[in-house]
Structures are given as C-alpha cells and as structure tokens.
Antibody
C-alpha cells in the first residue's frame, strides 16, 4: 500500500524557516516524480514544487522561487521542502504527492494527509 | 501564466447528472486531471488524461476535453459526491502545474 506521511509543520514567525519531510513507503520511491501542493485555509489547491526521480529537475511556483527548495533522498525514501524567509501568505496545509505513473509528473495519484504550516508573529 | 477557470459552485439533485467545467486557452491540447476533495481530507484523483479513471473510481465519473473547455461529468449523483472538485494541467510553456480555482458540488 502506498503511504505518504508528512511531518515538520508548525508555527513559525515571519522571516523564519521550516523543513518539511515526507516519508514514503509501499512503492519504489526512486521511480516517481514527487510534488508538494499546498492549500491555504478555506482556499483552493496550489502547486508548490516538484522534483524528478533522480533530483535532476526541479520546478517551483513563482511565489516561492528563491525561498523554497525541494529535495529528495532516494536511499531514505524521503521528500523534503526547505522553506526559508516565510511569509504570512505561506500559511497552508502542505501535501506531499506522488505521480500516478512512473513516466510522468502528472497526474498526482497518491497524497499524504498534509501538515499545517502557520506563519504568524 | 496559464489560467484554468472553474465555476465556484454547482448544485444538483440526487440521481441527476452534474457537469463541472474547466476553461482554459486551447485546453483541448492538454491533458486534464480532476481531483475530488472532501472537507478535512486530502484530494483524490478521480479522472486523469481527460477521461481515464484510476482503479477504484466509479464509472459514474467521466471526463471530456475539447477546444477551450474540459468537463467532469458525474452521473447518478449521490450524497457522498458532495465535495470540492479541482481540474489540473501541466503548462509546458512555464513548466508549471496549474490548478483551477475549484468547484463546490452541492447535492440538494
């Protein structure tokens, strides 16, 4: 069974940093594109970043470029999101998601339960 | 950047057919994916590549895509279908995933 478990969320002050982790199990992690998607309270889904199987390609939404870094450790079956210079508008539930098929980044066939990041003083 | 437009809400009586649209410039040339999200839960993929269904998704869920509009159709709507629905594409010109704003389906 595919499982994605996010951790690392919490309350952080504006300008602070946080590192999210996503522990994957039940599949060959190194074979799939992985993504982070967020959802602000009461709002819609927003793609944040995604990363290729070997980490050689990474893409980001414009609003987080230069502040967030997506990475993965295939030996540890883990996905990460390093978030720096956090702003109030980064407050959201952050979901880790796996591509449905090994060959493409979309669609997102499996999702974690999400971890809440709150940026507030 | 590429924009996907969905109606904020759609209402339908049980047993009827719900159609949720997703508009985008020449969206017919892209692969469209649809997600269902119930309150407090993670999204679930219900249709991908315009009209394919993942395993476990009822045949009542179907999709189409042509011109500037993609459509998610839910036949014989049930109370349990009440949820938010999001369309999604990959915008190759910007290498960005794009979500529509979401549509709240209300079962009357």
């Amino acid at each position: 069974e595919v499982q994605l478990v996010e951790s690392g969320g919490g309350l952080v002050q504006p300008g602070g940093s946080l590192r999210l982790s996503c522990a994957a199990s039940g599949f060959t992690f190194s074979s799939y594109w992985m993504s982070w998607v967020r959802q602000a309270p009461g709002k819609g889904l927003e793609w944040v970043a995604n990363i290729k199987q070997d980490g050689s390609e990474k893409y980001y939404v414009d609003s987080v470029k230069g502040r967030f870094t997506i990475s993965r450790d295939n030996a540890k079956n883990s996905l990460y999101l390093q978030m720096n210079s956090l702003r109030a508008e980064d407050t959201a539930v952050y979901y880790c998601a796996r591509s449905l098929l090994a060959v493409t980044t979309l669609p997102l066939g499996y999702w974690g339960q999400g971890t809440l990041v709150t940026v507030s003083s | 950047s590429y924009v996907l437009t969905q109606p904020p809400s759609v209402s339908v009586a049980p047993g009827q057919t719900a159609r949720i649209t997703c508009g985008g410039n020449n969206i017919g040339s892209k692969s469209v994916h649809w997600y269902q999200q119930k309150p407090g839960q993670a999204p679930v993929l219900v249709v991908y590549d315009d009209s394919d269904r993942p395993s476990g998704i009822p045949e009542r869920f179907s999709g189409s895509n042509s011109g500037n509009t993609a459509t998610l159709t839910i036949s014989r709507v049930e109370a349990g279908d009440e949820a938010d629905y999001y369309c999604q594409v990959w915008d190759s010109s910007s290498d960005h995933q794009v979500f529509g704003g979401g549509t709240k389906l209300t079962v009357l």
